[in-house]
């Protein structure tokens, strides 16, 4: 376990430190000066700019302002938001709250219902019943989340009224921003209308989450179909059967335990597409998170937030990789005993 961890820590060195250079690099491929893109501040008078240039070593070699980049970066200083003025530090601290929340609504989404589906697929292998989930899977996959996202709008909220169509909470709920996570920050708050606010954050997640997931549900619906296909013709799989055991034994306790372990390193290659996909959710739904922050910032030539955005969502989404890694090497004994690899 302990080559293990450090395989993967040399892994997420070498990641951040790529991931460092391409976004130190932008601040010279964005149109502008590079001091400006770095730190932000337009509006710096002479004396500013001067402690700009000693802060960030302009007046020295690429590599010595490299490095002092990457220590504003590990000191919490992301620059300033050319829009608004505000640190990006603040702005992060704000909008990355929001789409955690609605990834990991969306993955728990996908999971609870796309790994049963799947595994029912397998179970009634080559049926009308898993030819309608292949289908169905397909249909999923295939549908831009922009239209699908108009379509729940359309139907649920404006035709229906069962769900909001957009924003996070209602305004008529006043709960302080503590940790940034909603449904966290109405925990903690006092307020008398505390389960009236979690009900109310609850309907506005449903519909954005419902249309982050679908996507990453049908690729799951489609690995847990080939992963429990897998174990159901493995070896001890079939001496199980000649043994005598019942097919529902046999799947609840061999074939669904063992089918797991696989997906599990799958779902932190896949969380990548789920941010992406969140992005276009929050502009929809008018979700006030990073990938719609990121976007604005993009339209609005705001380059230090760029830089500061895609450090964030790159750096969160690796780390679900990692966190996946781990998990998958608990489940899975040979992977954390393997001398060479990844």
């Not at 700019?49 to 980049?69: G, I, P, R, W």
């Amino acid at each position: 376990m302990l080559n293990f961890t450090i395989r993967r820590l040399n892994l997420l060195f070498f990641t951040l430190l790529m991931l460092s250079i391409v976004s130190f690099s932008l601040s010279y491929f964005f149109p502008g000066d590079a001091l400006v893109n770095l730190s932000g501040e337009i509006n710096a008078d002479q004396q500013r700019t001067e402690q700009l240039v000693e802060l960030y070593n302009m007046d020295k070699s690429v590599f010595h302002q490299y490095t002092a980049y990457i220590g504003q970066i590990f000191s919490g200083n992301f620059g300033i938001s050319m829009s608004s003025q505000v640190p990006i530090s603040d702005e992060l601290h704000t909008f990355l709250p929001a789409t955690i929340e609605l990834c990991l609504a969306a993955l728990f989404i996908a999971l609870i219902f796309g790994v049963p589906l799947g595994f029912i697929a397998a179970i009634f292998h080559n049926k009308p019943l898993d030819k309608i989930i292949l289908t169905f899977a397909m249909v999923g996959y295939s549908i831009p989340v922009f239209w699908f996202a108009l379509i729940l709008i359309l139907l649920f909220s404006i035709t229906l009224s069962w769900f909001p169509s957009s924003g996070q909470l209602n305004l008529l709920f006043e709960i302080e921003q503590v940790t940034g996570f909603k449904f966290i920050d109405i925990l903690l708050s006092d307020s008398e209308y505390q389960a009236q606010a979690l009900k109310d954050a609850f309907m506005h997640i449903v519909l954005p989450a419902i249309a982050v997931a679908t996507a990453p549900m049908t690729i799951f619906i489609r690995l847990a179909r080939t992963s429990m296909l897998d174990v159901l013709e493995s070896n001890y799989i079939k001496a199980a059967k000649a043994k005598g055991l019942s097919q529902a034994h046999i799947i609840y306790h061999h074939g669904i335990r063992n089918s797991l372990v696989g997906i599990v390193r799958l779902i932190g290659l896949h969380f990548a597409n789920l941010v992406t996909v969140a992005m276009i959710a929050e502009v929809i739904f008018n979700w006030q998170g990073a990938g719609s922050w990121l976007i604005e910032s993009i339209f609005a030539r705001d380059y230090t937030a760029i830089q500061g955005g895609l450090i964030a969502l790159a750096s969160f989404t690796f780390f679900i990789n990692i966190l996946a890694d781990f998990l998958y090497a608990a489940l899975n004994p040979l992977e954390r005993h393997k001398k060479h690899g990844a």
